[in-house]
């Protein structure tokens, strides 16, 4: 059975830093594109950043959301099955439940109906 189970979400004030994490299992992710989205009350789910991984050499490629890009960084874990979110300067709008998501389809990862596994989201709220 696939799992995706994020953590690290809370609370933080404007400017500070969270880092959630997301680790996958019940199948093999190495050659999966592994993403953050994000959904914020009463709207819809948003991409925020996705990776890819080439298999065969420590090369990967990253991908934002212009809202991120520059105070988000994500990552993979070593063993391809986990991934992070680095989050920095947070802005009382980055407060949304934040979902990982997995697809072995390497293209339009901005949209959620790319991905086939989901977590259960984990929430962040930044206090202004």
């Known amino acids: 059975q696939v799992q995706l189970v994020e953590s690290g979400g809370g609370l933080v004030q404007a400017g500070g830093s969270l880092r959630l994490s997301c680790a996958a299992s019940?199948?093999?992710?190495?050659?999966?594109?592994l993403a953050w989205f994000r959904q914020a009350p009463g709207k819809e789910r948003e991409f925020a950043a996705a990776i890819t991984w080439s298999g065969s050499s420590t090369y990967s490629q990253t991908y934002y959301a212009a809202s991120v890009k520059g105070r988000f960084t994500i990552s993979r874990g070593n063993a391809k099955n986990t991934v992070y979110i680095q989050m920095n300067s947070l802005k009382p709008e980055d407060t949304a439940v934040y979902y990982c998501a997995a697809t072995p389809i390497l293209t339009s990862l901005q949209s959620p109906y790319t991905y086939d596994y989901w977590g259960q989201g984990t929430q962040v709220t930044v206090s202004s």
């Open positions: 019940g199948r093999a992710f190495n050659t999966y594109a």
